[in-house]
């Protein structure tokens, strides 16, 4: 059983049309971070959210942290081919240096 | 300028081989990890090093050895490989404290081993 559930595993949309990818678990996160991963390349981190109920933008992409900092999601606005990659969600449940991953979700992104 | 770097980024070898992995950051971060990405993408922690000293061991054959001869560097020799060695392997590095969540992950080397 894995610490962090992504939904979904795989998402194909086309160009212009949004997206939500979910991150969810049954423990308590002081922080939790999201990672985009592109081919060839090692994850690169986009956000963290530190605060329950917390949202953060980056451009087109929306970060939003639970209330009670449980699941994260990641909404992509008006997607575009440059925004395919695989979409890793991250956090420690504890103040430890161990940091879990999700399984990721591959995002596509149709011109 | 290349934050974390990884040494070589594709290694072919044969089971039974012993092969070395090294990595190099400039961040002026003071932890440094190991992860294995398998064929599924899933990415999990194998050690991590917080100047020099080992602070996190997974369960991982002891086979592997990691290595940080400073703060700046943390290598991964593999004996004995075997084909279920086969993965792409990830250095990381971070901020030790507040921040250390916000890893900064090398190219990878991908290792097939035949």
């Known amino acids: 059983t894995q610490l962090l559930e992504q939904s979904p595993q795989f998402l194909s949309i086309q160009e212009g049309e949004n997206l939500t990818v979910y991150c969810n678990s049954s423990?308590?996160?002081?922080?939790l971070q999201w990672y985009r991963q592109e081919p060839g390349e090692g994850p690169v981190l986009l956000v963290t959210?530190?605060?329950?109920?917390e949202v953060k933008k980056l451009k087109r992409l929306t970060f939003q942290f639970g209330d009670a900092r449980k699941d994260s999601s990641l909404h992509i606005t008006a997607a575009q081919p440059g925004d395919t990659g695989l979409y890793l969600c991250?956090?420690?449940?504890?103040?430890?240096?161990?940091?879990?991953f999700g399984a990721g979700t591959t995002v596509t992104v149709r011109a | 300028d290349t934050a974390v770097s990884q040494t070589p980024k594709y290694l072919v070898t044969q089971m039974g081989n012993d092969k070395s992995i090294k990595c190099e950051q400039n961040?002026?971060?003071?932890?440094m990890y190991w992860y294995k990405q398998d064929s599924k993408k899933f990415l999990k922690i194998m050690f991590s090093?917080?100047?020099?000293?080992?602070?996190i061991n997974e369960t991982v054959p002891n086979r592997f050895s990691p290595k940080s001869p400073d703060k700046a560097h943390l290598n991964l020799h593999i004996n004995s490989l075997e084909l279920g060695d086969s993965a792409v392997y990830f250095c990381?590095?971070?901020?030790?404290?507040?921040?250390?969540?916000?890893?900064?992950f090398g190219p990878g080397t991908r290792l097939t081993v035949l």
């Open positions: 991250a956090g420690a449940p504890s103040d430890d240096y161990k940091l879990s």
């Open positions: 961040l002026g971060h003071d932890t």
């Open positions: 423990s308590v996160f002081s922080s």
């Open positions: 959210v530190v605060t329950g109920g």
């Open positions: 990381a590095s971070s901020p030790t404290s507040g921040r250390r969540n916000e890893q900064f």
């Open positions: 090093y917080n100047n020099k000293e080992l602070i």
